[in-house]
């Protein structure tokens, strides 16, 4: 047997986070779990698979494996489309809600992907000690990204 032959394997891990416009506290905890919910079911239809959704009511944090023909541009194009419109649909209140523009986006190994789960989850308790332009700062620091050129281009 050629297990192999013909066949593509991956397992593309990202850890993205992004906010909502003017950093304002608009994922409201009287909707927040369906959102997480809603986006984990984006995430399957659209670029592959969720494995942990979480953040606070400013931002969303999100751990995805990747589906090789999808760029985390598209991804995060998407998830961030699809949710927001989810929203206004869902919440007609909630007209004003809306996600900012830009993202972060960083590669996890699957020996890391448990410590990432782990912090997605805590994040209410964390942001109890930092802020998220300081939680920014941290993982673009972690990460290599030159805080001067946000882009983290390579």
Not at 52 to 58: L, M, S, V, Y
Not at 98 to 120: D, H, K, L, M, T
């Amino acid at each position: 047997m050629n297990a192999g032959a013909g066949h593509t394997y991956s397992r593309l891990l990202v850890h993205v986070v992004f906010q909502t416009k003017g950093v304002h506290a608009r994922v409201k905890p009287s909707f927040r779990e369906r959102l997480y919910r809603y986006m984990a079911g984006i995430a399957r239809q659209e670029f592959g698979r969720p494995i942990e959704i979480g953040g606070t009511a400013d931002h969303i944090h999100a751990l995805l494996s990747l589906r090789t023909d999808v760029s985390v541009a598209e991804a995060m194009r998407k998830l961030k489309s699809l949710s927001s419109g989810w929203v206004h649909k869902t919440f007609p209140d909630e007209r004003v809600f809306a996600w900012q523009s830009g993202y972060g986006a960083f590669s996890v190994s699957e020996s890391n992907a448990p410590s990432v789960v782990r912090y997605i989850k805590s994040q209410v308790e964390h942001h109890k000690r930092l802020t998220f332009e300081e939680e920014l700062a941290v993982l673009l620091r972690k990460h290599g990204i030159d805080l001067v050129n946000r882009r983290g281009q390579g």
